[in-house]
């Protein structure tokens, strides 16, 4: 997923929008892992996120996506993980 925030935001509420990306999807559409690429509002949405990158994954290794859902893990065992590019 990539979302759009302003430049102006405090680090906080960029991490929280990551956060409540992240959740809203995995609750909607019950994938088995979750990424959140951010840009800011004046970056080009083609190249690589100039934001941040937030990974919402089964024990916090994007490798173990597959047991997610699939394996019916309960959202306990998903943890947050945050590559901070511009934040």
């Not at 956060?19 to 509002?41: Q, R």
């Not at 089964?58 to 490798?63: C, N």
């Amino acid at each position: 997923m990539k979302i759009t925030l302003s430049a102006k935001l405090e680090r906080e509420e960029s991490i929280y929008n990551l956060k409540h990306c992240c959740i809203k999807e995995f609750n909607d559409l019950k994938p088995d892992a979750v990424s959140v690429c951010a840009y800011t509002d004046d970056a080009e949405l083609s190249g690589p996120a100039n934001l941040a990158v937030l990974e919402f994954v089964p024990f916090g290794e994007w490798g173990r996506a597959e047991e997610g859902v699939a394996y019916n893990l309960p959202t306990s065992s998903f943890e947050f993980n945050l590559i901070s590019i511009g934040l």
